[in-house]
């Protein structure tokens, strides 16, 4: 099933304080320039419609949240979101997850990574595209502080069992911890559209949580 249609954007909206370019992220690092404050920093890969960075932005203020989307127009409308909430601590890049990762985040500088329903590029001949590779595992390691989080969940069982494979190489990396599914409060009460979707569908989500050793 493909993507719906997305709203439109009011073209009034400023979005120039939440949307970047990839290449606009100064670098070295700098986050006291993007978000204004050195707080414990929480990345996406691949933020979609941007519920996850909406809802978690608004419940931990203490932390700030970037998610990175390569898609132009899925960059735009996370960025909407987020300014229509007014929210400070949370910004939409428009890029490659993976140069963030492995050319503009600094080693050891975040709290949580997310990758949420990744793309599972379904022919064998293609697998190469998926996000989830050695390479990028090994970045994740790299960026995350000791003790940092990293979240992956997706709704295809194959994509799930050779990527904790992948990270059972990770000797840096413990886990997998369960993510219990807890019922839904309300209609956006999920973690992404993705997920809204697969659960109202009756299908599995396959959930894990890994954790850097310190």
């Not at 992220?25 to 978000?35: C, G, M, T, Y």
């Not at 050891?108 to 590779?133: C, E, I, M, N, S």
């Not at 997998?176 to 599995?204: C, I, K, M, N, S």
Request: hydrophobic share 40%; net charge positive.
């Amino acid at each position: 099933m493909g993507r719906r249609a997305l709203r439109k954007i009011d073209p009034a909206l400023d979005l120039s304080g939440h949307l970047y370019e990839l290449d606009q992220l100064s670098q070295p690092w700098d986050a006291q320039r993007l978000f204004g404050r050195n707080a414990p920093l929480e990345v996406e890969i691949g933020s979609g419609k941007g519920l996850f960075l909406e809802t978690a932005a608004l419940e931990m203020p203490q932390h700030d949240f970037l998610g990175i989307e390569v898609s132009r127009k899925y960059a735009r409308f996370t960025a909407a979101r987020l300014a229509c909430r007014e929210l400070p601590n949370a910004r939409s890049v428009r890029g490659d997850g993976l140069r963030l990762l492995g050319e503009v985040l600094p080693g050891q500088g975040v709290t949580a990574v997310h990758v949420y329903f990744p793309d599972p590029w379904w022919k064998k001949r293609h697998r190469k595209r998926r996000v989830l590779t050695g390479p990028f595992l090994d970045d994740v390691v790299r960026v995350l502080k000791p003790q940092g989080r990293f979240h992956f969940w997706t709704d295809v069982k194959e994509y799930y069992d050779t990527t904790l494979a992948l990270i059972a190489q990770q000797a840096s990396l413990q886990g997998p911890l369960a993510v219990p599914q807890r019922p839904a409060a309300h209609t956006l009460d999920y973690h992404t559209h993705f997920e809204r979707r697969t659960r109202l569908q009756g299908a599995p989500v396959y959930r894990s949580l890994f954790v850097k050793r310190a």
